[in-house]
């Protein structure tokens, strides 16, 4: 089992930053690649970014490219959604997740481990 805890969503106003934080525990948080997702009201979850079991790849949406960036830190067991440039169709509940896998997968279907979200409001 992996329990996943997102931390820092909050209120933000349009161009504004936020660094989403997902601290792991329990089996070896380096055997996971880990994923961002997010889900608006009346919408699909869809994926953000995902990052590689070692860091070495990254992947990003179409929609965030170049605005957020992925970063974990394997000791402290920790992965990162930096995000800036923030407008409100990037409001959403975010939620990490873990695939036991080496490289990013992007399909919700395929993830193994769910956090239970952090809300990000984006004020225009």
């Known amino acids: 089992q992996v329990q996943l805890v997102e931390s820092g969503g909050g209120l933000v106003q349009a161009g504004g930053s936020l660094r989403l934080s997902c601290a792991a525990s329990?089996?070896?948080?380096?055997?996971?690649?880990m994923d961002w997702f997010r889900q608006a009201p009346g919408k699909e979850r869809e994926f953000v970014a995902g990052i590689s079991r070692s860091g070495g790849t990254t992947y990003y949406a179409d929609s965030v490219k170049g605005r957020f960036t992925i970063s974990r830190d394997n000791a402290k067991s920790t992965v990162y959604l930096q995000m800036n440039s923030l407008q409100p169709d990037d409001a959403a509940v975010y939620y990490c997740?873990?695939?036991?896998?080496?490289?990013?997968?992007?399909?919700?279907?395929?993830?193994?481990?769910w956090g239970k979200g952090t809300l990000v409001t984006v004020s225009s």
């Open positions: 329990g089996r070896s948080f380096v055997s996971y690649a």
């Open positions: 997740a873990a695939v036991n896998a080496v490289l990013v997968h992007t399909n919700p279907r395929l993830m193994d481990y």
